[in-house]
């Protein structure tokens, strides 16, 4: 039997402000995984701290909020785990490129093949306003009075220099060009990074209106390939695009993990091999 947006759905409802832009991304979630008709117990949703990490207690899947800036490497413990089954991680700006940021490059080393939905608003809003890696120069938040006298950090570049193997952004304003990027991220086998601009309605940093036409879709010509196209397309402001800027094909975290499994299958004989056997033939 097909499944329906219903069976995404948890029994928690979202406790999120009116009118925030997170709904959107809870949509396209929903309307993603509906559309690839993945049951929601194979499914795993690890989140961080913030807003956005509350997405993981809205779905109807196995879930662990976990603690702030950890959301990719327990994702990637739980890949590992359970390579069999769809590992989606999701979290905020300041979850993901602030405390978290550093795990990123290592998950991105190892391309593990999991969805890392990053919401990004802007601002710290579950905190009450405070400035983000993310917010721009120049603005006065609750920790900067005077205004950010830090650089605004660009994700994208960021994501792309780690060579993270399927690089897109999205925007919460646009439910139905995000659900089908969230699509094509989850069925990509590597690491995808989704990158949501996501407005906060309370904190309204990147404001609402603003966000519906500051997008526009990637040249249709763009090829997903070329690393340094993708490279200046993200530096671009005016317009910013959304889009897959960068997909490659390599080798996952299983299947080098799976390789090494085999090469001492190999030297026992060729037989297969228990855990005991493995890790007394290493030691």
Not at 78 to 101: E, H, S
Not at 142 to 154: C, H, I, M, N, Q
Not at 196 to 220: E, G, I, N, Q, Y
Not at 245 to 251: L, Q
Request: proline share 6%; with cysteine.
């Amino acid at each position: 039997m097909k499944t329906t947006l219903r069976d995404y759905r948890s029994i928690i409802e979202p406790v999120w402000c009116p009118g925030c832009g997170d709904f959107g991304v809870l949509s396209a979630l929903e309307k993603a995984l509906g559309e690839l008709d993945i049951l929601p117990e194979n499914i795993i949703a690890v989140s961080g701290i913030g807003c956005s990490g509350r997405l993981s207690h809205y779905l109807n899947t196995y879930s662990l909020h976990g603690t702030h800036g950890r959301a990719v490497p327990l994702a990637l413990g739980a890949k590992a785990a359970r390579p069999d089954l769809t590992v989606l991680a999701m979290g905020g700006d300041g979850d993901g490129l602030g405390i978290g940021g550093g795990h990123i490059v290592h998950a991105a080393r190892k391309n593990v093949d999991i969805t890392y939905l990053l919401l990004d608003n802007r601002i710290y809003g579950l905190t009450k306003g405070q400035s983000s890696p993310t917010t721009p120069i120049g603005r006065k938040t609750k920790t900067s009075p005077w205004g950010v006298y830090e650089d605004t950090l660009a994700a994208i570049p960021i994501f792309l220099a780690y060579d993270v193997s399927f690089v897109a952004r999205g925007a919460s304003v646009n439910v139905k060009e995000l659900t089908g990027i969230i699509r094509e991220a989850i069925t990509h086998r590597g690491m995808s990074i989704v990158y949501v601009l996501s407005p906060c309605r309370t904190f309204p940093v990147l404001d609402f209106k603003a966000a519906k036409s500051m997008f526009t879709p990637l040249p249709p010509d763009h090829d997903r390939t070329d690393k340094m196209k993708a490279m200046a397309l993200a530096y671009a402001n005016d317009p910013m695009y959304t889009g897959v800027f960068y997909e490659v094909d390599k080798p996952t975290l299983n299947d080098r993990l799976d390789s090494e499994v085999r090469k001492a299958e190999a030297e026992l004989g060729g037989r297969q091999a228990t855990i005991e056997q493995l890790i007394n033939h290493f030691i």
